[in-house]
């Protein structure tokens, strides 16, 4: 099992900056991607960005040139910056780990959720 606790968030203003940051913790010796997604008011769950523990990386189109993702694999963390909030970033922001579990078998595992409000 894999437990997955968020922080960060909060009301950010347009243009200032904004970090969240995830740490996975349990059964971590098998993870291979950490990422973030994000849920606004009426709209499903979408895929902001992910890292492989390789330190590939995939952003959604909206937020490309703004947000970075980074990974830091001894401490089984995953950062998210961006220097250049806009308030369509508003949203309920989500922890994704995957990892194998004993059997082999890739596990999605999810963090409780932190919002994020960027608004002036």
């Known amino acids: 099992q894999v437990e997955v606790v968020e922080s960060g968030g909060g009301l950010v203003q347009p243009g200032g900056s904004l970090r969240l940051s995830c740490v996975a913790s349990?059964?971590?010796?098998?993870?291979?991607?950490m990422g973030w997604y994000r849920q606004a008011p009426g709209k499903g769950r979408e895929l902001v960005a992910s890292i492989t523990r390789g330190g590939s990386t995939n952003y959604a189109d909206s937020v490309k040139g703004r947000f970075t993702i980074s990974i830091d694999n001894a401490k089984n963390t995953v950062d998210l910056r961006s220097n250049t909030p806009e308030p369509q970033d508003t949203a309920v922001y989500y922890c994704?780990?995957?990892?194998?579990?004993?059997?082999?078998?890739?596990?999605?595992?999810w963090g409780q959720g932190t919002q994020v409000t960027v608004s002036s």
């Open positions: 349990g059964n971590i010796d098998k993870i291979y991607l």
């Open positions: 994704n780990v995957q990892a194998l579990n004993s059997d082999y078998d890739p596990m999605d595992y």
